[in-house]
């Protein structure tokens, strides 16, 4: 069943996002994690405030809301953004399984200010050898180790 989204809460990742600018903390972005019709957790960019790369909005208001949740994963949740994810973010969306993701403005919009997204959607899809970051695998067969123990592991949490 679609539901269609709550305007109420994209303003208010809007309103993060806005807030982060007029603050000077971070990039204009913002998200919040709705569970039960409620924000239970929000996050604004904290890249350059924390010099953290990975502290986009959606991962940080990811990460809040798994502390809110006690779990790794963000069932029966919805995010809304105020911009189109990045593909890290949309990665750390898709591992965190929430139900539905809303956002705002496009990842064009993003382009358009100079966090342009392309070049990453490039990267992924070039054999490692013509990726721009020189990339080489060593050291696989002592690494496999780890994931053979995971295999056959009785105490693992599968997510």
């Not at 705002?104 to 992924?124: G, L, P, Q």
Request: charged share 25%.
């Amino acid at each position: 069943m679609c539901t269609e989204p709550n305007e109420k809460f994209m303003h208010e990742a809007i309103r993060l996002s806005v807030e982060n600018v007029e603050t000077a903390k971070g990039g204009p972005f913002g998200a919040v994690v709705v569970k039960n019709g409620q924000i239970i957790a929000s996050g604004q960019n904290q890249v350059t405030a924390t010099n953290d790369p990975t502290a986009h909005a959606e991962v940080v208001a990811i990460r809040n809301a798994c502390k809110v949740l006690e779990s790794f994963q963000l069932d029966g949740c919805e995010i809304y953004s105020s911009c189109e994810p990045c593909p890290m973010c949309l990665a750390a969306i898709y591992w965190a399984r929430p139900d539905k993701l809303y956002f705002a403005n496009s990842k064009e919009d993003a382009a358009a200010i100079n966090f342009d997204d392309a070049f990453i959607y490039e990267e992924i899809v070039k054999p490692i050898s013509e990726r721009k970051i020189f990339t080489r695998q060593f050291m696989r067969n002592e690494a496999i180790t780890a994931f053979e123990k995971w295999q056959n592991s009785q105490n693992k949490i599968e997510y």
